[in-house]
């Protein structure tokens, strides 16, 4: 598990990093320590060299170049040797023990000899231990004359830089504790907002998108759980989006299954409404054609039923030719001013009697100055018209009211009011609907095909306005309309 998660991850790339780091420095610092303190032994070891040819240069009896050569030794830690030209030993310090007259073999007597300093370290011939030698030319009339050795051995020098190389194993240990610490805390603070964005990304998965991630930092961690909670919150909205656009899709469905009701309903509406008449038509001219009838009067009463029943199908047809033409827009608006004051008041007068004689009252109410209006006459009163024997199919008793004024947006508004049956709730949005009809159980005496209102709706949306209904149930309706006073088009 230490190897799959953030914390035992990063606690193993700390340490390595920390060990390779160190490891490197302890190669790197170790061998600089040693060449360094190599090259201050060395340098110390010179200056005392050449110091010490000062001191033995006036000294001929070989006996106390011995001693002092001793004594010398024994000061700087170090074996003494003067060796000639020849390589011979003229003196050496008692410690070392050579006599005088041995010849001391040497590679480097002869870079000595030439006048250079050299110095060496490790193994050397002469003794059991690593040495770091040094050979000094003594210079006598601008020649060198001898060569002065010194002989330092090297394991105290070794022992110092072993202790630094275990404080440096130490150090080690001591920072890989530390960088456990130091892993483990900072894991924990990198790994809580992720564990917080696994968790959000969980709920977000089973539909849950209020889940957020805190975010307490701006680093790259901060700015991961910001986009996550953006994307919840994107993700949110186009699934609320999708959803109220689903619920408008079946909305729209629903409508235009019920459209296609309607028009199967129409379908049957208009076959029924064509075969009553094209019944009476066909039984009455065979009446005229058998000479059924008895007598003038009689035969004129058929040609009477003959003519009004020719006049009711002709008057459909109209109906179903005004609205493939209003809806398909294969029309021309004949553009006049018109005083829709006085259009009403002429359809008063026309449908007065008609009104007073079913038992309804009759009024109208229009405001004062009604400005007149761009629009087609002729489409404006079958509008009325329309609306009018719509509210006469539907009115038993009570009364028929037109009004007339202008609203808050300056458009002149009609509205037609009666106290008849009422249109249920779920009617309301249909009623200007082809084809439809409230009452699906009317009789042909009591309404046409559902042709009306669509018509209306078609000819006020060509002038640029906008139709309205408002009913109740078993309380009456009052259907409406607005037109704008001075924007009016026609639509070709």
Request: include cysteine.
């Amino acid at each position: 598990m230490l190897n799959k998660s953030v914390i035992g991850k990063l606690w193993v790339s700390i340490v390595l990093l920390v060990l390779v780091v160190l490891i490197l420095l302890s190669f790197g610092l170790s061998s600089l320590l040693e060449n360094f303190y190599y090259s201050q032994i060395s340098a110390d070891l010179i200056n005392t060299g050449q110091e010490l040819i000062e001191i033995i240069r006036a000294e001929d009896d070989p006996r106390d170049l011995t001693y002092e050569l001793t004594l010398l030794g024994h000061f700087i830690d170090a074996h003494i040797i003067i060796v000639d030209k020849k390589g011979f030993v003229q003196a050496c310090d008692a410690m070392l023990g050579l006599p005088t007259g041995y010849f001391f073999k040497s590679d480097e007597l002869s870079k000595a000899f030439a006048g250079e300093i050299i110095t060496k370290r490790g193994h050397h011939q002469h003794f059991d231990v690593p040495m770091l030698s040094v050979a000094i030319p003594e210079y006598i009339d601008g020649k060198v004359e001898r060569i002065l050795m010194m002989f330092k051995p090297v394991a105290p020098i070794t022992n110092t830089i072993n202790s630094m190389r275990w404080l440096i194993v130490y150090s080690a240990i001591i920072a890989v504790i530390l960088a456990t610490i130091i892993s483990f805390f900072l894991s924990r603070t990198l790994s809580r907002p992720l564990l917080q964005m696994n968790e959000a990304a969980n709920e977000m998965a089973k539909g849950n998108f209020d889940h957020k991630v805190t975010v307490q930092t701006n680093d790259e961690v901060g700015l991961l759980g910001a986009s996550l909670n953006n994307l919840s919150e994107q993700l949110k909205n186009k699934i609320n989006e999708l959803s109220s656009e689903k619920a408008k899709l079946e909305k729209v469905l629903e409508k235009e299954r019920a459209i296609e009701q309607m028009r199967r309903d129409f379908i049957t509406n208009v076959s029924h409404e064509l075969r009553t008449p094209l019944s009476l038509i066909q039984g009455y001219s065979e009446a005229i054609i058998d000479d059924i009838a008895h007598d003038k009067d009689e035969q004129n009463r058929y040609a009477k039923i003959i003519y009004k029943e020719t006049a009711r199908l002709k008057n459909m047809v109209s109906e179903l030719f005004d609205i493939s033409r209003l809806q398909t827009g294969n029309f021309t608006l004949a553009i006049t001013m018109v005083d829709v004051g006085s259009l009403i008041n002429s359809i008063k007068e026309k449908y007065e009697t008609v009104v007073l004689n079913k038992g309804l009252g009759f009024e109208t109410r229009i405001e004062d100055a009604l400005p007149k209006i761009n629009a087609d006459y002729d489409r404006l009163q079958q509008v009325l018209i329309n609306l009018l024997e719509n509210a006469l199919n539907h009115t038993a008793e009570g009364r028929i009211e037109i009004a007339a004024y202008v609203n808050n947006k300056q458009q002149i508004c009609v509205e037609i009011a009666d106290s008849g049956c009422g249109i249920p709730r779920e009617d309301l949005e249909l009623v200007w609907e082809r084809f439809h009809k409230a009452d699906k159980s009317r009789s042909r005496n009591k309404g046409g095909a559902g042709l009306g209102l669509a018509i209306v709706k078609s000819i006020i949306e060509a002038h640029g306005g906008n139709v309205w209904v408002r009913s109740q149930e078993g309380e009456g309706s009052v259907f409406g309309f607005c037109l704008p006073v001075n924007d009016n088009k026609a639509i070709i």
